[in-house]
């Protein structure tokens, strides 16, 4: 029998760090950008009684605390692997990205109530102030999802970030143009409206950042990593006779792991297929932790557990049994 663990590259962890680095400049001019206007625009939506400008307002909020979070975790990531913590403290980006996830559900709701209480009872709204304030937001926002797209975006936490960023960018463009109709019109429930579109993309987003996160913390195979293909794959390996016990999980966005019993053929090379399955799961898959069991066939390893299917994948199909 034999068990081994196996990662490519030897500069993968420096490149890491060199790469959160940067992450960490790019998120931090963002957040100096957003904290400064946001300041700036709760004093005149206050002024100009504006629920969108308000809405855009706490939207910044919660950009500037989700920028915090995405700092905070890619800090606890980049620590080494220790004690219990096998993994290091990497899915903190994840916590990270479904805690964004979950204020843009908490925004949503909140102004959807206010923006149809607005819509029965609609206060008067200084709609040139509230087009003006709109007008910089855009920039500002501009110039602040520009910074985070030059972060890793493949990372979750970041993409949180940037969802946040880019959802209130949105925000400003809605509320630009509800500043411009109130200011021409005199059609104050524009402002109302505004609010309710705002609140609907950030549903949108909340969702995406929840559902993805979702699907690490429970362990789902990645997008695009189909665990039937793989194995039909790996079983059709030279000598290889079964393949079980496969799981393939996510340690957190961008890291995929894979873990599976093989069975080969009696006398051959347990090492020598070994290290083609590896090299096959990081050419083609990009799967770079493996973690692969390697034994000959007989009756003794013929009777070790079964794949999530309960059935092996088999060398002669190339499937699972029932598959097709």
Same mark, same amino acid.
């Given at each position: 029998?034999?068990?081994?663990?196996?990662?490519?590259?030897?500069?993968?962890?420096?490149?890491?760090?060199?790469?959160?680095?940067?992450?960490?400049?790019?998120?931090?001019?963002?957040?100096?950008?957003?904290?400064?206007?946001?300041?700036?625009?709760?004093?005149?939506?206050?002024?100009?009684?504006?629920?969108?400008?308000?809405?855009?307002?706490?939207?910044?909020?919660?950009?500037?605390?989700?920028?915090?979070?995405?700092?905070?975790?890619?800090?606890?990531?980049?620590?080494?692997?220790?004690?219990?913590?096998?993994?290091?403290?990497?899915?903190?980006?994840?916590?990270?990205?479904?805690?964004?996830?979950?204020?843009?559900?908490?925004?949503?709701?909140?102004?959807?109530?206010?923006?149809?209480?607005?819509?029965?009872?609609?206060?008067?709204?200084?709609?040139?102030?509230?087009?003006?304030?709109?007008?910089?937001?855009?920039?500002?926002?501009?110039?602040?999802?520009?910074?985070?797209?030059?972060?890793?975006?493949?990372?979750?936490?970041?993409?949180?970030? +940037?969802?946040?960023?880019?959802?209130?960018?949105?925000?400003?463009?809605?509320?630009?143009?509800?500043?411009?109709?109130?200011?021409?019109?005199?059609?104050?429930?524009?402002?109302?409206?505004?609010?309710?579109?705002?609140?609907?993309?950030?549903?949108?987003?909340?969702?995406?950042?929840?559902?993805?996160?979702?699907?690490? +913390?429970?362990?789902?195979?990645?997008?695009?990593?189909?665990?039937?293909?793989?194995?039909?794959?790996?079983?059709?390996?030279?000598?290889?006779?079964?393949?079980?016990?496969?799981?393939?999980?996510?340690?957190?966005?961008?890291?995929?792991?894979?873990?599976?019993?093989?069975?080969?053929?009696?006398?051959?090379?347990?090492?020598?297929?070994?290290?083609?399955?590896?090299?096959?799961?990081?050419?083609?898959?990009?799967?770079?932790?493996?973690?692969?069991?390697?034994?000959?066939?007989?009756?003794?390893?013929?009777?070790?557990?079964?794949?999530?299917?309960?059935?092996?994948?088999?060398?002669?199909?190339?499937?699972?049994?029932?598959?097709?």
């Amino acid at each position: 029998m034999a068990a081994d663990t196996h990662e490519h590259g030897s500069g993968h962890s420096h490149g890491h760090g060199v790469s959160a680095n940067a992450d960490r400049k790019w998120l931090t001019i963002a957040l100096i950008l957003i904290g400064g206007f946001m300041a700036v625009e709760v004093v005149i939506g206050v002024i100009a009684q504006s629920l969108a400008l308000i809405s855009d307002a706490g939207h910044m909020l919660t950009d500037a605390a989700s920028i915090v979070l995405a700092l905070i975790a890619i800090r606890l990531a980049s620590r080494p692997a220790r004690g219990s913590y096998t993994y290091g403290l990497k899915r903190a980006e994840i916590l990270s990205a479904q805690a964004n996830g979950v204020t843009l559900f908490l925004l949503a709701a909140f102004f959807i109530y206010e923006g149809i209480r607005r819509l029965i009872t609609p206060p008067e709204v200084s709609g040139l102030l509230v087009f003006v304030t709109a007008l910089a937001g855009i920039v500002v926002n501009v110039a602040a999802t520009w910074c985070i797209s030059k972060a890793n975006r493949s990372s979750l936490n970041v993409e949180g970030a +940037f969802q946040h960023i880019l959802n209130d960018l949105y925000a400003f463009i809605a509320t630009a143009i509800a500043g411009a109709v109130v200011w021409l019109t005199g059609f104050t429930r524009a402002d109302a409206i505004a609010a309710l579109v705002v609140a609907a993309l950030m549903l949108k987003a909340g969702w995406g950042l929840v559902r993805e996160s979702g699907r690490i +913390f429970l362990e789902a195979a990645p997008v695009g990593l189909d665990p039937d293909t793989i194995g039909a794959q790996l079983a059709s390996v030279e000598s290889v006779t079964e393949v079980h016990d496969l799981h393939i999980w996510q340690i957190t966005s961008g890291q995929p792991a894979l873990s599976a019993h093989i069975l080969v053929v009696p006398n051959s090379d347990c090492h020598g297929i070994r290290r083609e399955i590896e090299e096959l799961l990081h050419t083609r898959y990009d799967i770079d932790h493996t973690t692969l069991q390697v034994d000959h066939e007989g009756a003794e390893a013929s009777t070790h557990c079964l794949d999530p299917h309960g059935e092996p994948y088999r060398a002669e199909d190339n499937s699972l049994p029932g598959k097709g």
